[in-house]
């Protein structure tokens, strides 16, 4: 076990980004156990200290703060230090140390363009025709062509990589049609296998799925591998066991004749999450729930259009990762800021918020449930991110007004489309992140707990509304002059209340 005084007014910060709205941790008791986290987001067995100390394991690991003690341990060697006395300093050191930037990022228009995504306005009925309505609208009401995320049950079934033929009629067409207007497309996949397909019995045959430790109850009469059934939000199926390079292979060519086919552009990777492969399964190799994650995310490396919404250790390399799906709501609202600065400290800078407005459809079934205000400040909120995705369909939930602001915020993403670019070319480099938190740029000025404000590099400074009906916030400036929107500078260090009316996204930049 490691165990370590805490220093007076040492903040930490942890690798696990849903706990993003819970650091820094300051006295605490906070503890944590990287593995029997049912988190669906992504993570990295590490935490940071603002005095420039770290704490790291390959493996997960206990970490336990209470009463100025803190103290970790798990099944691997837990390894600490000090680099320098700030937080910048801690990431940075382990950052090249332990997960170093690969010099590549996933494809440059995840950054300069919007995203949008069909699973809100189509749910479990993707199909050829909404699909193309769907994108053309949006060019109809003034968005800019960007990525386009087909969803869930495009597919023939799970692990059945088929498009379905009773909803597309020319998928090869359609996706021409989206690239002739401008649109990459990308198709949604899992590691899930529907349990009553030819596949699933090819593949259990095979030994390319997890398989179940002792007998089962249930009779498989062309097989003699038993697979175990995993519990998932859409029911009950195996999943590919990837230690087994055969089915890696497999579930590769799936997606390349997908791109070769039909000329899709690449994937939105769901699902992965350590939480399916724990359990006394039976793999090819063995290796943990984690790992079995790690190896599923391996897999988007071979696409520069790719995402993620769960990763183990993959820190550094080129991939878009997405804050796990968030409610409809002001409380979900206000973690995209905290969780996005915890991607960046655990070496995922690519990263994207979730679906403005939130990604929960069962928000927008009711029109009168839908908070327009709350979308609105979410685009806004999403717009000087690295990326910023679109799935609710801005003309059916929003009124002309709340449109419009929008679209301004599509428009103000596009134009800082080349600052995203640059910065995402910077940090798989140095491994610095796009998004930064105050304290990490401007140590020792007391800015440990800022957790709403951030920076994108070192000179654009961002401090959006994530409260209903607020039209002024205080906002922290760090020492320097700071010029708004509007020309205005402000001087810091120093606290000033901005007026910040619902057209308004209050940014600054460093003069």
């Not at 697979?227 to 890696?248: F, K, Q």
């Not at 998004?435 to 800015?447: A, K």
Request: with cysteine; hydrophobic share 35%; proline share 6%.
């Amino acid at each position: 076990m490691l165990e370590l005084k805490q220093e007076q007014n040492e903040y930490w910060w942890g690798g696990r980004v849903t706990d993003g709205t819970v650091y820094p941790v300051l006295n605490g008791p906070y503890s944590l156990d990287f593995a029997a986290v049912r988190g669906a987001n992504q993570m990295q067995p590490l935490f940071l200290s603002s005095a420039g100390r770290w704490i790291w394991s390959e493996e997960p690991f206990r970490f336990n703060l209470e009463n100025g003690l803190i103290s970790a341990e798990g099944r691997g060697e837990i390894v600490t230090g000090r680099a320098g006395s700030s937080l910048k300093e801690a990431a940075l050191h382990c950052s090249s140390t332990f997960f170093p930037p690969s010099g590549k990022t996933p494809d440059p228009d995840l950054f300069r363009k919007p995203q949008y995504n069909t699973w809100i306005e189509l749910m479990y009925n993707q199909n050829e025709q909404d699909i193309l309505e769907y994108a053309e609208k949006l060019l109809k009401e003034g968005y800019p062509p960007g990525i386009l995320m087909i969803d869930d049950t495009w597919q023939e079934d799970y692990g059945v990589w088929n498009f379905h033929p009773s909803r597309f009629s020319d998928p090869a067409g359609m996706v021409k049609t989206l690239h002739e207007w401008g649109f990459k497309v990308m198709l949604w996949v899992c590691p899930f296998v529907s349990a009553d397909s030819i596949e699933y019995r090819c593949l259990a045959e095979d030994g390319y799925l997890l398989m179940q430790e002792g007998e089962s109850d249930v009779l498989w009469s062309n097989t003699s591998n038993v697979p175990a059934i995993i519990r998932w939000w859409n029911g009950a199926s195996g999943v590919l066991d990837l230690t087994n390079p055969g089915a890696e292979s497999w579930f590769r060519d799936k997606l390349d004749r997908l791109q070769n086919e039909y000329s899709v552009d690449g994937f939105k990777f769901d699902a992965g999450d350590p939480v399916f492969y724990r359990g006394d399964y039976k793999t090819y190799k063995p290796v943990s729930a984690e790992e079995q994650c790690s190896l599923y995310a391996r897999i988007g490396l071979s696409y520069d259009l790719n995402e993620y919404r769960a990763c183990w250790k993959m820190g550094g390399q080129a991939l878009a990762q997405r804050l796990h799906d968030k409610k409809h709501t002001w409380e979900d609202l206000a973690a995209l800021v905290p969780q996005t600065l915890i991607q960046g400290l655990a070496g995922y800078p690519f990263s994207c918020p979730d679906m403005i407005g939130g990604g929960e459809y069962l928000s927008f079934l009711n029109l009168d449930s839908i908070d327009q205000e709350l979308v609105v400040r979410s685009a806004q909120c999403s717009s000087l991110m690295p990326m910023m995705q679109f799935s609710a369909a801005p003309w059916r939930i929003l009124d002309e007004k709340h449109r419009k602001l929008c679209q301004e915020a599509a428009r103000l993403h596009t134009e800082r489309g080349n600052l995203f670019l640059r910065l995402a070319d910077e940090a798989a480099r140095t491994g610095e992140p796009i998004v930064r938190s105050l304290e990490y740029s401007f140590p020792g000025e007391g800015f440990e707990e800022v957790a709403d404000q951030f920076l994108v590099g070192e000179s654009l400074m961002v401090a959006p509304v994530v409260r209903k009906g607020q039209r002024s916030r205080p906002v922290l400036f760090p020492s320097g002059l700071w010029k708004d929107s509007e020309g205005t500078i402000w001087e810091g260090p120093g606290e000033q209340e901005v007026d910040a009316p619902l057209e308004k996204l209050l940014w600054f930049e460093r003069v």
